[in-house]
């Protein structure tokens, strides 16, 4: 490829991005403005890389102060059209409209106002002032559209009606009605408490999550990204349907440095979307691939996106053992795509690449190992318990030595000096603007947490939906009373049924809203759903974080598909139904770890037999929804035995004896017809 055509392709990919994922739509400035925003955004990195080694501040300060720089740089940043263009006007100042630098203004004094008074806030909150009124309302104001520049509308959308909810309580129906409070009562709360902009999640943003967004940008910069990419094709990419697992190897090795699957979509799908379509796979099934692959980076140690952080914060355990806890589910993951990969490879005969097509995987680790270098010293921090700030500090100093060995090998002193210089400001500016989307979506959030503990209505949604369950239970129990044996007790199925329900709106939230944001939600709304089914929490946790991941590939609003299907010039709607095929596979390991605990191998419970028998069921539950969807096992499927893995596929969730023996006979019978009907027609074998 020409270095032509190298630039054309990533401005190609970079226009993907812009269009299907509003936090990269960033827009055209004027160089004054485009320099101040380079050097407010490289002195944000600068405060948080030090602050992460040396010590952070107050709380509300350090909270404050990231939310105001946060919020004035995306009125920089983003237009208010979604064009990322507006009408030329005289009232404007270095070609940006005067309202925009009056917001953003505006966002950085309301955002700072709590922080300067914080000494006087325990004689204020309950009894708030009009000017802490006034600011409160300001940055609410600011706040709203700082989300919908940067996201779109669904989540301020959401947070208003939840604000709404809490101004109008007398007048909601039945099981909803409370109080309701004044607009004054409403803003103390939310702005003035920690329980609301203020709270955890902008705390865990500003604290956690912006280093390792930071550290993912420095990794990609030393070359760690290429590395899993070309490792990955080294390694698999000789197999059935070679691109396609290396599509889902390279987005799983990815994943474990960058939380975003647009991000991971367009990074690996440049090279495996057209390469699957080369040797026979469909276009949209490529993208489908790619898509369905990438998504998997939020739920990968050690970055995890935000949400690992958040579960530090909500659980109080450590990050280690998050960390641990995702493994088996990150891995059900990329087995579940992997699985539905080669059984397609199969049934449609498409090869591997050749020898000569692949790179040499002792080469590919000579010339790179000391990009992995940074990877693995986080890694051991986190696993040796120190703290995530400043494993992430080390890591991130890490990258920067290798990128400083990296440019005097390959400029020399002088030229290589210049060179990491310029490189350390790109990084660093680029990290500080990939949190700036998500800063203000954490603050937003805060606002439906602080009408969710104002209102108490997480509790109220958690009554109702249990008592929806038991119903759906003891009706469906006693439809199944015709069975000589008894398949689930009433508590399975109310269980079963609670999570279907938590499932579906984990789904619905996610269409609209970034999985960050609707794990927030969910967890202040499902959670005590879920606490009341007596689900460990840490599985609750895991259960709603796990489905959310699924809406970047859920349709109408599938992001990462759709940004596959612009590298794949596919359609995207048929790309998001077969990314969300892809998916299904993986769709039954939530309901495995609620049933099986063990799977996350840090519960209370927790022994190596019951992980060996979950593991187990997980493996082959997969296994058989993905063939039954695929139409191929060991060769294609009759139309009985695609009927029969389904319901074999579920029965292997229930920790019941009798419904696992059952299931697992049911694909036992398959198996073995495939078997003989391999011997007698040696053609229809692998």
Known sequence: MSDEQRALTEAELRAIEEEFDPEARYRTVSRPVMLLSGVILFALSVYHYYTA????????????????????????????????????????????????????????????YVPWIYDQLAFRIGNPLPLDIAMGTILLVALFEAVRRSMGWPLPVIAGLFIAYAYFGRSMPGIFVHPGSDWAGIVNHLYLSSQGVYGTALGVIATYVFHFVLFGVMAQKIGLGQLFIDLATALTGRFSGGPAKVSVVSSALLGSISGSSIANTVTTGALTIPTMIKIGFKRHFAA????????????????????????????????????????VPAFMHFFGVLVQVHLEAKRLGIRGLRKEELPNAVKVLREGWLSVLPLLLLVWMLMSGRTPFLAAFWAITACMAVYAIQQVMASG??????????????????????????????????????VVTLTGVGFKIAFMLTSLAQGWAESSHAFLAFLPFELFTVATLALLFTLMMTAVVCILMGCGIP??????????????????????????????FYYGVLADVTPPVALAAYAASGIAGANAFKAGNTAFRLSMGKALVPFMFVFSPSLLLVTADFTWNAFALAFTGAILGIVALSAAITGWLNGPLLRIERAILPI????????????????????????????????NEPSAAL
Do not use: C
């Open 53 to 112: 080694g040396y010590g952070i501040p107050r709380a509300t300060t350090h909270r404050g102060l990231h939310m105001g720089i946060s919020l004035f740089l995306i009125f920089l940043s983003f237009s208010a059209l979604s064009s990322g263009r507006h009408k030329s006007s005289r009232f404007a100042i270095l070609g940006l409209p005067v309202l925009d630098w009056a917001l953003a203004i505006a966002a950085l004094v309301s955002s700072l």
């Open 413 to 450: 002193l002088a030229q290589g000096v210049k060179n990491f210089a310029a490189g350390i400001y790109e990084g660093f500016v680029s990290g500080a603007k990939g949190s700036l989307a998500v800063t203000a979506a954490a603050a937003l959030v805060g606002v439906v947490i602080g």
């Open 515 to 544: 999985t960050t944001a609707n794990y927030i939600i969910m967890v202040a709304v499902a959670a005590p759903v879920l606490s009341m089914m007596n689900v460990e929490p840490i599985v609750a946790h895991f259960f709603v």
């Open 648 to 679: 074999a596929a579920l029965l292997m969730i229930a920790p019941e004896l009798v419904s696992t023996a059952i299931g697992a006979a049911l694909l036992g019978a398959v198996v073995l017809r495939q078997w003989l009907a391999g011997r």
């Open 288 to 327: 489908a691939v790619e898509a369905a692959s990438s998504t998997g980076g939020q739920i990968t140690p050690p970055v995890m996106g935000a949400v690992a952080f958040l579960m530090v914060e909500y659980l109080g355990i450590p990050l280690r053992t998050i960390l641990i806890a995702a493994i």
